[in-house]
């Protein structure tokens, strides 16, 4: 079946460092992958997608995501957090119906 | 352009009322989500609609749980009773036909305590 792995549920960087939250995904084939965030009482926010080409996708406020099809993993990235970035996010996978899967949700935290 | 409006965006009653929760997708957008979210369950699909249509309910937890779609602009999601397990926040997302790579847009949500 398939499944979104978010391995960690919080991830704590001081403001200025670079960022990372993992994901892996279970789908063979090519997989649609997206990263969502969610801020308090809000609902999730898109942020970025891969669908082909480029590894290396570029998405809202200067985040951005590596896939990699050999580890199957699909993280986000981000060079220098700010405080603002404190938020859940969410990586999400559709294999190409529309019913999309989401990861349990890694929780960020900035510290200034 | 407005985004996904969802209404109420706080509903506290007492168990085993009627609760009933609205959404208004994106215009032009003809995919509907319903999503539920709990600390224990993290985001659950409870069902979505394609031009209307109900696709797949198998994410409703129980028949107390229902769903509509009248038309393209709005949609309700209802329990009836309602249960203290129900408590939670329900999203709502719409988002456009065409290929699976295009993503969903979110409501704010409603917050729901069952007493």
């Known amino acids: 079946a398939q499944s979104v792995a978010q391995p960690e549920d919080q991830v704590n960087v001081a403001e200025g460092n670079p960022l990372t939250v993992k994901c892996t995904y279970s789908?063979?084939?090519?997989?649609?992958l997206f990263w969502y965030v969610q801020y308090p009482n809000r609902g999730l926010q898109f942020l970025l997608k891969?669908?082909?080409?480029?590894?290396l996708v570029k998405g809202s406020y200067g985040f951005e995501a590596e896939f990699n099809k050999s580890q199957t993993s699909f993280h986000l990235k981000k060079p220098s957090a700010l405080v603002s970035d404190s938020a859940l996010y969410f990586c999400?996978?559709?294999?190409?119906?529309?019913?999309?899967?989401f990861g349990a949700g890694t929780r960020l935290f900035v510290k200034a | 352009d407005a985004g996904v409006i969802q209404s109420p965006r706080h509903e506290v009653t007492e168990m085993g009322q009627e609760v009933t929760l609205r959404c208004k997708p994106i215009?032009?957008?003809?995919?509907l989500f319903w999503y539920r979210q709990t600390m224990m369950r993290g985001l659950e699909l409870l069902i979505y609609?394609?031009?209307?249509?109900?696709?797949?309910d198998s994410g409703m937890p129980e028949d107390r749980f229902s769903a509509k779609m009248p038309n393209a602009s709005f949609s309700t999601l209802k329990i009836q009773p309602s249960e203290p397990r129900d408590s939670a926040v329900y999203f709502c997302?719409?988002?456009?036909?065409?290929?699976?790579?295009?993503?969903?847009?979110f409501g704010d949500g409603t917050r729901l305590s069952i007493l």
């Open positions: 999400a996978e559709n294999t190409g119906g529309f019913k999309t899967i």
């Open positions: 789908v063979s084939g090519n997989p649609y």
């Open positions: 609609f394609n031009n209307n249509v109900p696709i797949d």
């Open positions: 215009s032009g957008h003809d995919y």
């Open positions: 997302a719409s988002s456009r036909t065409g290929t699976p790579n295009q993503p969903q847009h």
């Open positions: 891969y669908i082909t080409g480029d590894n």
